[in-house]
């Protein structure tokens, strides 16, 4: 069976530029912290890979720490800070918040006080699109980088959220922008690395990949590619909803990532719809991939207002660049299928 992978908001596909770039950098055997020619060859592939970074993501003037993931940037920008967050927030950031930010029906959510605040730039559950105000403590960038035209110079924050493979890069590897000079508290303390804010020898090959895969990440938004992927995000919708009518789009109404549909079927719960397309060869999911794996309603969705049989029947599908119309045409085919079939036996 050919297998359709419609799963991008939990990781990307490896960019052949970013895999160039990793197999290039295992053949560096220096330590990055040595100060003979080998280490210097090391340290001039981490510092090449955090100008791409910082270039892709506008952040020239910034400080650009590499960490393990996305997840431990959070820990790092947010633990024992007592920033206020939303429930819609991804868990990793949901972990160090008081998650008591007001949100809407569509998932926009209100922050009355930007210094002290977290705020996501993009739900990798629904998709939609914050109105970042200026002064934020910290932007999860992480959905939005790569898919969105965003900088860090502009969005005004003090820190941000990034990840590698996210954007076509390796999992495994991450960052914490910050403007320069910003006082945070190592998590990770030992020799020092990474000015201080994460000690431990760096994953050179990893952030090699990291900076490849961010540089030709802004490329090919600047070139155009996500258009036509929302066209095909759309022309799948309007599939399903031709199929259920009663199917609820989440945050259909609201600006959203042009790669993502969220939609639930009440009654038909969204982990059983995962398992049933994955034997139809289709990869989709019902939340964060963090949580995904978790037998429980969206707290996304039950932030958004929805009840718990719906926010317990959503999927997530999201597409990439590479995905074609002939592909998600087949997935509503096949979801299809798999509804009358569900709505038959629940008659």
């Not at 160039?20 to 295992?26: G, Q, R, T």
């Not at 633990?79 to 008591?100: F, R």
């Not at 599939?239 to 639930?264: D, H």
């Not at 963090?290 to 996304?300: D, F």
Request: hydrophobic share 45%.
């Amino acid at each position: 069976m050919s297998r359709t992978y419609l799963d991008w908001n939990a990781t990307t596909p490896v960019r052949p530029e970013a895999r160039a770039a990793m197999i290039a950098a295992m053949d560096v055997c220096g330590n990055p912290s040595s100060v003979h020619a080998e280490g210097r060859a090391a340290k001039t592939t981490v510092e090449k890979a955090r100008a791409q970074v910082a270039a892709a993501f506008g952040a020239d003037g910034a400080d650009v720490v590499f960490v393990s993931s996305a997840t431990e940037a959070a820990a790092l920008a947010c633990a024992g800070q007592g920033y206020l967050g939303a429930e819609v927030e991804h868990d990793a950031v949901a972990a160090w918040v008081e998650t008591s930010l007001p949100v809407d029906g569509e998932g926009s959510v209100t922050v009355t006080d930007p210094a002290r605040s977290v705020l996501q730039a993009a739900n990798s559950e629904t998709g939609v699109i914050q109105d970042l105000p200026q002064g934020l403590a910290v932007v999860d960038a992480t959905q939005a980088f790569g898919k969105l035209p965003v900088a860090f110079n502009w969005l005004g924050c003090t820190m941000a959220l990034i990840s590698a493979h996210k954007l076509g890069g390796p999992k495994g590897i991450g960052a914490l922008v910050m403007k320069r000079g910003t006082d945070i508290a190592a998590q990770i303390r030992g020799g020092g690395q990474e000015m201080g804010r994460r000690s431990g020898t760096e994953n050179v090959t990893g952030i090699a990949g990291f900076g490849a895969a961010a540089e030709a990440a802004q490329r090919d938004l600047a070139a155009g590619v996500w258009e036509p992927v929302e066209e095909i995000r759309n022309i799948l919708e309007t599939a399903i909803a031709a199929t259920a009518k009663e199917t609820i789009f989440v945050g259909k109404s609201a600006a959203r990532l042009p790669n993502t549909s969220c939609f639930a079927l009440p009654g038909w719960k969204g982990e059983t719809q995962v398992m049933q397309m994955d034997l139809a060869g289709f990869a989709i999911s019902a939340g964060s991939a963090c949580s995904s794996g978790k037998v429980r309603a969206s707290r996304v969705l039950r932030a958004m207002g929805y009840d718990e049989t719906v926010a317990s029947s959503a999927i997530r599908v999201s597409l990439g660049p590479s995905t074609t119309r002939d592909e998600v045409l087949r997935f509503a085919d096949a979801w299809a299928g798999t509804y009358k079939r569900h709505r038959a036996r629940n008659a």
